[in-house]
């Protein structure tokens, strides 16, 4: 019922959300749902800025601006400004009076002006807080209205320099309006929850937008997205500021540079490692596919494709020292990227675990190769021992992905891979297929994914209580772990909306898109055992919150995911028996 | 004459009784005197209440156990988080919470579970750079250096409530 109000009326917002078209007037309208409270009535959208209107008021102020709106339109090159450094606003928040006081000092009569102007208004004490509309006047005589309206929107709509340049110039609360051609027009309010619906239909006309290069529209929309963001709380703003600055990067070529220091990637991945329980997941059930191809075996080597912390491998080791027979001999080949300062992070980390394996009684040896590709290493460098003594394992999690992005990379890498061979390649993966070539298409995708994403970890994050003791203190490492863990996610989104060919390199694509490649390489599935199941599912079942998070098998692979959706997927290869280098069976 | 019979002349005993016991009883156990503190902070009755009721005994978990930080700690930091938040998750239901107080019944995954937790914990507090924030596991009892070294550690879920 709502949405059939809404399309017969036009809509404005007041502080400067988006203004859609529509057919002529019929006098002020409510939107029902606003409750006039006695004391509480206050416009929440417009409270977020600073400004207390009562929602019962609204009306009347909507139509004082309008108003003043139209006098200031008209008496533009009189140097209204006056109105803006010099009037004195008593009480400035109270916005109903203040427009009235600056009614009361204009004496001109109302002229319709036909230019589009810029709406801006400035949040009380916050420079920054600037928030702009224009609208196509064409919009005024659309008469197709509906939830979609915002594709609608012709793409004309152009900025009135002139009245940009005013505007910087005022100080604090400067106002000036869109002027119009009718002079009482309907007004509708919108409660937030119908915002939430607004944000998310706003991301993807802005993504339609730029889709089709017009990026004066959506360079509107991206700024709609940013008001409309705030009145949300909680992880759908969170998504929406981030894919917000995705898209604006987009729009204003600003792109982020890839090369960003791979030690803060590191701490944010550490973060992200700790809060929420994928990178654990990822890493558990790699080890125990690991563990069960390496039985029997008295040499291992295992080739991490991306080492970071080494964070999987602590947990291996221990279950390799405590395995029937005693631990076999482990060698563990770590890749890395370089790194800025030179430092070599490869083998500290190499360091650390050589003493742990040493406390634990495992005997040890590390390699670190520094590479700023996958494709610039091959067999030969990786100093593989003879397989008849040494079974080695191939480890990628969340690193296969970034060869998508340079052709050639991935069948070169697969290639080496082969030539290794292998008792088996466990590949952690992200579960969403973010590599479509259509943008529209991946922008939903990723919009999808990531507000799961977000999701969970807001009611991870936020899941903790008191402690037992109540003598230990909220842990402060909780909050800074989930903002640390937000923005590790936002990089991602940035570089999936954001960047184009080589840099972008989070081409994440689905299990059965990677099921196909392997297989079309030369490779053959591995069944995740029971074993690797039971331990996932405990290690869920330990987080709180864990309700949401479910583990499913997939056809021998394990996925994880926040309620219905699945979001991360290990899947477990071998050579196929036929694929030529492979030698010999590779039972398990 | 009468010979009363104090139990701190009989220590022997004393570690038979205090080994039947449940962590949180063993923990109030070491709060009553100088000499049940020393007893209860000793490491074997750790031992054996974490793995009496897990067959067949695990080879060599000793010396890595001792190594990774002792079984009180593997107690504190693994062992109590797992049985409580996996008591709760498992379907099997039919004990009473009376029963919960003398269930200790450990399966294989479980052990292995909190054996791999354990790892990643000392790996953590020793060699990652700890930021600010609580040690792994502070129990309201077992002894005071619970939260002594406070840690960054993956294993804060484990200190948090569960959303029963």
């Known amino acids: 019922m709502k949405r059939d109000r809404d399309r017969e009326r036009e809509k404005k917002f007041f502080n400067g959300g988006v203004f859609n078209g529509g057919s002529s007037g019929k006098g002020k309208i409510w939107e029902e749902d606003e409750e006039e409270t006695p004391d509480a009535g206050m416009d929440e959208l417009l409270a977020v800025l600073g400004y207390k209107v009562k929602s019962s008021d609204m009306a009347d102020v909507a139509q004082k601006l309008e108003q003043l709106e139209m006098a200031m339109g008209t008496t533009m090159e009189d140097g209204i400004t006056h109105l803006s450094t010099d009037t004195v606003h008593k009480n400035p928040s109270d916005m109903a009076g203040w427009v009235q006081s600056m009614l009361s000092s204009i004496s001109t009569n109302f002229d319709m002006c036909n230019q589009e102007n810029e709406l801006v208004l400035s949040g009380c004490g916050s420079s920054s807080s600037i928030i702009d509309f224009s609208r196509n006047e064409q919009n005024h005589q659309t008469t197709t209205i509906s939830d979609d309206d915002l594709r609608a929107i012709p793409g004309g709509a152009v900025f009135n320099s002139d ?16 002027t119009d051609s009718s002079a009482a027009r309907p007004v509708v309010l919108v409660d937030s929850q119908e915002t939430g619906v607004r944000l ?46 995705a898209l604006a990067r987009r729009i204003y070529k600003i792109y982020p540079q890839d090369s960003i220091e791979s030690s803060y990637t590191d701490v944010l991945q550490m973060h992200f490692y700790e809060t929420c329980p994928y990178l654990k997941f990822a890493h558990f059930t790699a080890n125990q596919a690991i563990l069960e191809a390496f039985t029997g075996c008295n040499k291992v080597h295992v080739i991490d494709f991306s080492l970071k912390q080494g964070m999987q491998w602590p ?3 221990q279950a390799l020292a405590l395995r029937p027979g005693g631990p076999p001999a482990f060698r563990l080949t770590g890749i890395g990227p370089p790194q800025p300062d030179n430092t070599d992070a490869l083998q500290q980390v190499g360091w650390k675990l050589a003493q742990l394996a040493e406390t634990i009684g495992v005997e040890f040896e590390f390699r670190g190769f520094v590479a700023n590709s996958l494709a610039d290493l091959d067999a030969t460098i990786l100093d593989i021992r003879p397989s008849e003594t040494e079974a080695v394992a ?15 990379a991935i069948e070169k890498v697969l290639n080496s891979i082969k030539q290794i061979n292998p008792k088996i390649v466990t590949l952690v993966e992200q579960e969403a297929n973010h590599n479509a070539g259509v943008f529209i298409d991946r922008f939903n995708e990723a919009l ?45 989104i940035c570089n999936v909306v954001a960047c184009e060919g080589s840099d972008r390199v989070e081409r994440h694509e689905t299990l059965n898109q990677w099921r196909v490649r392997m297989n079309s390489s030369g490779f053959d599935p591995v069944h995740l055992g029971s074993n690797a199941f039971k331990q996932a599912s405990m290690l869920l079942a330990l987080f709180a919150g864990g309700d949401g998070y479910r583990v499913e098998e997939n056809d021998g692979c394990l996925m994880l995911g926040w309620h219905t959706r699945p979001l991360i997927a290990t899947s477990a290869w071998k050579l196929s028996p036929d694929s030529g280098t492979g030698a010999g069976e590779i039972e398990l | 004459m009468g010979t009363h019979f104090f139990i701190n002349d009989n220590e022997d005993v004393l570690i038979e009784i205090l080994k039947r016991l449940d962590g949180r009883s063993l923990g109030v156990a070491a709060c009553v005197c100088k000499l049940w503190c020393g007893i209860a902070r000793n490491d074997s009755l750790w031992e054996h209440l974490c793995f009496r009721h897990v067959s067949p005994p695990l080879e060599g978990v000793r010396t890595v156990v ?21 008591r709760k998750w498992r379907p099997i239901g039919m004990e009473s919470d009376s029963e919960i107080v003398r269930r200790v019944y450990w399966t294989r995954h479980e052990v292995e579970l909190s054996l791999s937790l354990f790892c990643v914990d000392y790996y953590e507090r020793v060699f990652l750079s700890g930021g600010s924030g609580g040690g792994g596991g502070g129990g309201k009892h077992g002894g005071g250096d619970a939260a002594a070294a406070p840690c960054v550690s993956s294993l804060m879920f484990l200190c948090k409530a569960v959303n029963v």
């Open chain 1, 163 to 178: 009245s940009n340049k005013r505007h910087r110039s005022s100080s604090s609360f400067s106002t000036s309006m869109l």
């Open chain 1, 200 to 245: 998310v239909h706003t991301l993807m006309a802005c993504a339609e937008a730029v889709q089709q290069e017009n990026l004066t529209l959506a360079d509107q929309l991206v700024r709609h997205i940013g008001i409309l963001a705030v009145s949300q709380s909680g992880a759908m703003r969170k998504v929406a500021t981030y894919f917000a600055e």
């Open chain 1, 315 to 317: 947990a291996l080791m």
């Open chain 1, 394 to 408: 191939i480890n990628s999690v969340f690193e296969l992905h970034r060869l998508l992005s340079r052709p050639g």
């Open chain 1, 448 to 492: 999808h994914y990531y507000s799961t994403m977000f999701d969970s970890l807001e009611s991870s994050g936020s899941s903790s209580s008191a402690s037992p003791t109540g003598i230990l203190p909220q842990p402060p490492v909780n909050n800074q772990d989930l903002v640390m863990s937000e923005v590790y996610l936002g990089r991602q």
């Open chain 2, 66 to 86: 001792l190594a990774l930080g002792g079984y009180r700690r593997l107690y504190m930091v693994c062992v109590r988080p797992v049985l409580n938040r996996l």
